[in-house]
């Protein structure tokens, strides 16, 4: 049974579900999947992977047995324990023959035998019987081949002069022996030539590489920036900035994978071949004993293989919360210091990047001991086989064989030395394959929206209580909304919903006559303008917070004076508008969505930092210009009510319809 690793430390109902869709040959993108379970810190519910394991084709369930009735369960099944006496774990239940096979997402293939199972299980199983062909979605492994088979040409040249440069390197090995055997002139004028030539075909290939390896990395960083933008808001909640600026600074490491390393492996196995090749016919016998010498640094690299990808993984995760850590701290900067806490987070910064060095410098001892034991087999072995060939051999055979010998092992050592880069590549590429995966959407779209209707749409982060319970509301085009309602009553979490940040868990949201489902999400961006205190100020000029590349002047001034905004379209802003007072910022993004000119615009409590009278009056400027539009506001003031024809009052669960005169 194919086992898919579980990526974070919370994730492993995730890769237990995969596993089994692969088993059943299906297939699905990890984020995808951890999205729709609702994975967040805390890890996943049952209740979230049963729901999850219906939508992609299962017969899901959950029982609670013993383990004499193991034995009439369908296999593979999921299977919830207790790892340490204290952590939920999820793994997948292979077979049951003598002993349990467990196949765990996070520690491998194990096996148990009967008393040892039954202290960590927790008597829970979830079932899952496919009821329907389960997903086959794009594997996006192919993405990379697609990626490098866009340079195929460019591989070719580089293979063909690779091959030439290998075999020009070998005839040069000749050249003592045949300065030794031959005429000196002409062996020095005709191993000229070839050196010359080769270091032109060398050039030539490495400047080859430098433009592959450019373009590569230009293709991957466009592509994985421009799919963060957009990934589902869950995504960014559930991790720290720091951990994907992590992630998107990984890309070096699957450039290396995807192209280097193949391509070095191919140079380096050649040069392998062809020397053995030289070799064998020079003397069999001594190259029998270099082939043993082989196999046992391949022996080697085998026992540490595995523990040097768990250490890699734990690294990159670390490094993963150092970078968080920081990005937090620099962040909140003027919190740290209003709180007088610089001490405690200094103390807390040693701690995290204490633990960090601590496991990068226990894999540099460990690779450092490697290299120690690879370099004793190589050395000493090679003084034993350069001593027998110097009673096998003459003096021109074993400066011959010396040199095919220190190419032969340099580039097998080399092969194994890409290991390192290999495993941080394989690291890299799950982490960075939620980035690359984003599905894009190709489904309905309008240039207007008429209408929004929520018919009994509830919502409920992870399995608890539902926040938007019940909900049926419409709204029509040209409706001005109020939404009442305490904090944390579901007002956003409304807003969220329209704007498929989250999928509604009952019910359903009908934009237009058409599912919210089946919109394209570019097109509901289009068209609905979502606009909150929480929203950027870039560092720049105030028209270019405003228009970005749009510079209507006319237009920018219009809406300068609706909002009462009394600036200079050119004064400089700086990061998060910080020479700006709260009430500014709030007209400067109100300016901002105004001048999107959407057909929905929502204000999410935007304008609770300035005083009633100035709102009241920007709320009348507001309503004027979007007469014919959809308007929805929220505030926790009571007041300018009588501005909005319908207004939804979310803890009583009622609409009122009120008319503007």
């Known amino acids: 049974m194919f086992r898919v690793k579980q990526r974070d430390s919370n994730d492993c109902a995730v890769a237990s579900l995969l596993s089994i869709i692969k088993y059943y040959k299906g297939n699905i993108s990890y984020n995808k999947l951890r999205l729709m379970m609702k994975c967040d ?24 047995c013993n383990y004499d009735n193991l034995s009439n369960v369908k296999l593979p099944c999921i299977a919830h324990i207790t790892v340490k006496k204290y952590y939920d774990h999820f793994v997948v239940i292979e077979k049951i023959h003598n002993k349990i096979y467990i196949n765990d997402p996070y520690y491998g293939k194990k096996k148990y035998k009967r008393n040892e199972f039954e202290k960590i299980w927790n008597n829970i199983l979830i079932i899952l019987e496919p009821v329907s062909e389960l997903s086959k979605e794009f594997n996006h492994k192919r993405y990379y081949l697609e990626l ?17 440069t290998i075999i020009l390197s070998i005839i040069g090995s000749y050249y003592f022996k045949s300065l030794i055997d031959s005429n000196k ?3 020095f004028l005709t191993f000229s030539i070839i050196l010359i030539i080769r270091i032109i075909l060398e050039f030539i290939r490495n400047k080859v590489m430098i433009f592959i390896d450019k373009t590569i990395e230009k293709d991957l960083m466009y592509e994985s920036f421009n799919n963060t933008l957009s990934l589902q808001e869950q995504y960014f909640i559930n991790r720290q900035n720091g951990d994907i600026l992590s992630r998107l600074n990984s890309i070096d490491s699957i450039k290396t994978l ?115 034991l690879k370099s004793l087999l190589l050395y000493l ?3 034993y086989i350069l001593y027998l060939s110097s009673i096998s051999l003459n003096i021109s055979n074993i400066i011959l064989f010396y040199s095919l010998f220190i190419m032969l092992i340099d580039a097998f050592r080399n092969i194994f030395e890409l290991e ?14 939620e980035l690359i995966s984003t599905d894009y959407e190709y489904g309905y779209s309008s240039s207007k929206i008429e209408s929004i209707m929520f018919e ?70 289009d068209n609905i303008y979502y606009v909150s205190s929480s929203e950027k100020i870039f560092r720049g000029t105030l028209i270019d917070n405003i228009s970005f590349d749009n510079k209507d002047m006319s237009r920018i001034d219009l809406l300068l004076k609706l909002v009462n905004l009394e600036k200079d379209i050119n004064m400089y802003i700086e990061e998060d508008g910080n020479n700006l007072s709260l009430g500014e910022k709030s007209k400067l993004l109100l300016c901002r969505a105004l001048f999107s000119n959407r057909n929905v615009l929502i204000i999410d409590e935007l304008l609770s930092n300035i005083g009633i009278e100035e709102e009241n009056i920007i709320l009348n400027n507001i309503i004027d210009l979007y007469k014919n539009k959809i308007l929805i506001y929220t505030s926790h003031r009571n007041i300018n009510e009588n501005l909005f024809n319908k207004i939804l009052n979310l803890e009583k669960k009622e609409v009122n319809y009120e008319n503007i005169e």
Request: charged share 20%; glycine share 6%; net charge positive.
């Open 41 to 64: 810190k805390s890890g996943v519910s049952a209740y979230d992977l049963i729901n999850t394991a219906k939508k992609v084709g299962f017969n899901s369930y959950g029982i609670k």
């Open 148 to 164: 490098i088979y866009k340079y195929k040409k460019d591989i070719i040249v580089l293979v063909i002069i690779s091959l030439i």
């Open 185 to 187: 002139y002409i062996v």
């Open 258 to 372: 995807i192209f280097k390393i193949p391509f070095l492996f191919m140079i380096y196995f050649c040069i392998v071949v062809f020397c053995s090749y030289v070799l064998i016919i020079i003397d069999l016998n001594l190259f029998i004993k270099v082939f043993i010498l082989l196999i046992l640094y391949f022996i080697i690299y085998l026992i540490f293989y595995k523990k040097n990808n768990n250490m890699i993984k734990s690294i990159n995760e670390e490094k993963g919360y150092v970078n968080g850590f920081l990005y937090e701290s620099i962040d909140g900067l003027v919190t740290i210091r209003n709180n007088n806490i610089i001490r405690n987070k200094n103390n807390e910064f040693n701690v995290i990047y204490s633990n960090y060095l601590n496991i990068k410098n226990n894999f540099n001892d460990f690779f450092n001991f490697q290299n120690t």
């Open 381 to 383: 072995s090679f003084n």
């Open 420 to 433: 390192e880069d290999f495993s941080n590549g394989l690291v890299a590429i799950n982490r960075i394959d």
């Open 456 to 525: 009994d749409v509830s919502f409920a982060y992870k399995n608890d209580k539902y926040i938007v319970n019940n909900l049926n509301l419409k709204i029509n085009g040209n409706d001005k909304l109020l939404l009442k309602g305490k904090s944390g009553s579901g007002k956003t979490t409304i807003f969220y919903l329209l704007l498929k940040y989250y999928e509604v868990d009952k019910g359903k949201i009908i934009i237009g006559e058409e599912n919210i489902n089946n919109w394209n999400l570019n097109s509901i961006r």
